[in-house]
């Protein structure tokens, strides 16, 4: 992913809140000449037994994740295969009527994380059910409501059969931030009001984050 310098995360920490507040994630891995690139959206997480801090570019980092078998994209993975993980986070167009000068030009803030590292595949039910249920639990407490799964135990060990699961440990992750810091101080408060008063998510997430840069 090519990123202007002034685009880069301030901190590491950027690039780990965006997965973990938006860990559905494209992996895109090399196909085959006839059918192309395999991509599928899947959730990802970070595995809880991940031990030390990551590197500046998350080097190291344990990340944990899942497919449907069936899916012909499980098939062509095998231990050591290289994929991409893409995460998108908040983002919003920018009309030029916020600057409010002129010449200007529309543009669209938007915040992206791309992963790159190296899958190890789960062979057996235990370590796949192991994955599914880090990945309730992590779900449950930043999204849900605390879900107890215990009850759904016999369930999941009668679906686990149908899931692939892996460890996926990266190598290195790059961060995009555009969030117009190319603009001047006074324009870029602009777009944060503009950003702020619209009723929408994504656009007050936007907001938020603009107004976190240094």
């Known amino acids: 992913m090519f990123v202007p310098s002034h685009y880069r995360q301030p901190e590491t920490s950027w690039m780990v809140d965006l997965m973990r507040s938006n860990p559905l994630a494209l992996m895109a891995s090399n196909g085959t000449p006839e059918a192309g690139p395999f991509a599928t959206h899947l ?21 944990l994740g899942h497919m449907n078998r069936a899916n012909p994209h499980w098939s062509a993975l095998e231990d050591e295969t290289v994929v991409l993980l893409s995460f998108t986070g908040p983002h919003a167009y920018v009309s030029p009527t916020v600057y409010d000068v002129t010449p200007a030009a529309p543009t669209w803030n938007f915040t992206s994380v791309h992963v790159h590292g190296v899958v190890e595949k789960f062979d057996s039910t235990e370590e796949t059910l192991e994955v599914v249920q880090a990945t309730v639990r992590a779900f449950e407490e930043k999204f849900g409501d605390n879900w107890d799964m215990t009850d759904s135990i016999d369930y999941f060990h009668k679906i686990v059969p149908a899931v692939g699961a892996f460890r996926i440990r990266v190598t290195k992750a790059e961060g995009m931030f555009k969030l117009s810091q190319e603009q001047d101080p006074e324009i870029r408060d602009r777009v944060v009001r503009s950003f702020a008063g619209r009723g929408c998510t994504r656009h007050s997430q936007t907001a938020t984050l603009m107004s976190r840069l240094p």
Do not use: R, S, T
């Open 43 to 63: 959730p990802v997480i970070f595995d809880p037994e991940g031990g030390a801090e990551p590197a500046d570019d998350l080097a190291g980092l344990p990340l």
